[in-house]
């Protein structure tokens, strides 16, 4: 099945266009998980409490959202530990029955993106990969082309980096081109012609975009230049991304994004009874869902 | 020491500014290390060739090169294996006073930069980090900042990408903005910016550039544009960067650029009797040295 399809039956199944996103750092672990051992140079011992609290959170927010995105470098942190944990929860939650987003953000050109798009996308007889890969275009449409080929042939995804929610983003996302655009639009309209080959039934490509949401202005503007694109939008919640930025991400019928929140999920508990950990998280996917709900709604 | 200061001593110690990229690719290794196994998608057995291949260049190039440039992703196509593999070979490469370039293009915002600094680029308990970590820009200067930090803390450097040599690259680096600027010399401007506070004694910044060796006017005005970067220069060889590509991206004393090469080394010995596939590649990297000699010298 394509990919923006079940991405979209999906989000419908469960009740809002949500992703929570697990960035999981092991100081920021409930203490239980922590335990009083060496901290977060001993790579075994915070492996394995990311490992514990990653689960916790798959099956908190599980029942209420669509989709997890997994912060690549929060396992990569420690090394092939991490890594393999990485592999392991890609597994797990998409088992779950979750859709999957690996947020590594990888990028190169030749053979190297054909190499990227088999270690870190493609199904392995090692590692699953995920449902879908975040990816970085600067490189140009070359670039993307054999991660596009093998979401082609696996019913997977990609979002590319279009516009971020830095603050430094507009240093050179923000330029203006000769011909009027920004670079953030140029490079939009190099995603909508890379994805233009791989659309679903529902009018979307397998070929997503991942745009910050920070800028109702740039929103809307970006969703003209990219009308088959689904926007994956990191930013709600802690980054200071609000209802009017998250509204101009959608088309007119409530589909075309995604609203994605990392730190105000995975972290609840920090507001909470931290032994409750898991029923805050699972709260903070439930209200996600309902203020994404609400926004769609008026 | 200032990573600047060390990468061009080691440079005039060897005798020329010259990488040997090291992408190992299980299907393309000499036959004696692939053997009759089930070939690529038997992880164990390709990781342990590669690993065979890897310490064979190693040694083949370092009497030759100051400096190896290990492309990540032939190492993450084989999710843990291949990344314990990678630090190994880090490690062993470090240990032979070779420099060592982590060609990974990671790139991502706020406390997610940061980790890709611990984890990609940091020595750590676990594995020590390469001496350089190769990244993707296009997020905007604070992107860099958390990388920067570790670099200058550790004596370590960073390359950022702002010309790739890729077909597809000049589909947005190309592109004209209204200062007259190309959106790669606007890239350029950020990483020259970025990286003014962290110059050594010989005058180069820490953060160097990527500058793909197939364009020799771009590369002039690259030139200009970052007069303290030192240019990470792919594409001479096989990828069809030649003599006056080269010549353009260093500075006229000669210093300035290190030129990589990766397929013409790692695979000379696909047109040699295989069986003396160490002396094939270690006659590459000698007449690497050679050549980017002979255009220093005209």
């Known amino acids: 099945m394509h990919f923006a399809d079940r991405l979209l039956a999906a989000c419908e199944d469960k009740g809002a266009p949500v992703c929570a996103g697990i960035d999981p750092v092991f100081e920021r672990l409930p203490r239980d998980l922590?335990?009083?051992?060496?901290?977060?140079?001993?790579?075994?011992?915070?492996?394995?409490?990311?490992?514990?609290?990653?689960?916790?959170?798959?099956?908190?927010?599980?029942?209420?959202?669509?989709?997890?995105?997994?912060?690549?470098?929060?396992?990569?942190?420690?090394?092939?530990?991490?890594?393999?944990?990485?592999?392991?929860?890609?597994?797990e939650a998409r088992a779950m029955g979750l859709i999957v987003i690996g947020d590594a953000k990888r990028g190169d050109i030749g053979i190297s993106a054909a190499h990227y798009a088999a270690g870190c996308l493609a199904d392995d007889v090692d590692a699953p990969g995920p449902d879908a890969l975040t990816v970085n275009g600067y490189l140009g449409g070359d670039s993307l082309e054999p991660l596009i080929d093998v979401a082609a042939a696996q019913g997977k995804g990609l979002f590319a980096l279009v516009r971020t929610s830095n603050p430094g983003g507009d240093a050179l996302q923000g330029l203006k081109l000769d011909d009027g655009r920004s670079v953030g639009e140029a490079v939009a309209d190099l995603?909508?012609?890379?994805?233009?080959?791989?659309?679903?039934?529902?009018g979307y490509s397998l070929l997503g975009?991942?745009?910050?949401?920070?800028?109702?202005?740039?929103?809307?503007?970006?969703?003209?230049h990219m009308p088959r694109q689904i926007f994956l939008v990191p930013g709600f919640g802690a980054q200071g991304g609000g209802a009017d930025d998250v509204r101009a991400c959608f088309k007119a019928d409530g589909t075309g994004a995604i609203i994605t929140a990392s730190r105000s999920v995975n972290y609840a508990f920090e507001k909470?009874?931290?032994?409750?950990?898991?029923?805050?998280?699972?709260?903070?996917?439930?209200?996600?869902?309902?203020?994404?709900?609400?926004?769609?709604?008026?």
Chains 1, 2 share one sequence.
């Open 34 to 91: 922590r335990g009083d051992a060496a901290g977060p140079r001993d790579a075994p011992h915070a492996v394995e409490a990311i490992g514990r609290f990653v689960r916790g959170v798959l099956e908190a927010v599980r029942p209420h959202v669509p989709c997890v995105k997994l912060q690549s470098v929060c396992f990569e942190r420690y090394h092939w530990r991490g890594v393999k944990l990485y592999d392991d929860m890609v597994r």
């Open 191 to 202: 995603v909508a012609q890379q994805g233009e080959a791989h659309v679903g039934e529902r």
């Open 209 to 224: 975009a991942v745009v910050g949401a920070t800028k109702p202005a740039d929103a809307a503007s970006l969703r003209r």
């Open 272 to 298: 909470a009874p931290e032994a409750d950990w898991k029923q805050a998280i699972e709260a903070a996917a439930l209200d996600l869902r309902q203020q994404i709900r609400g926004i769609l709604r008026r």
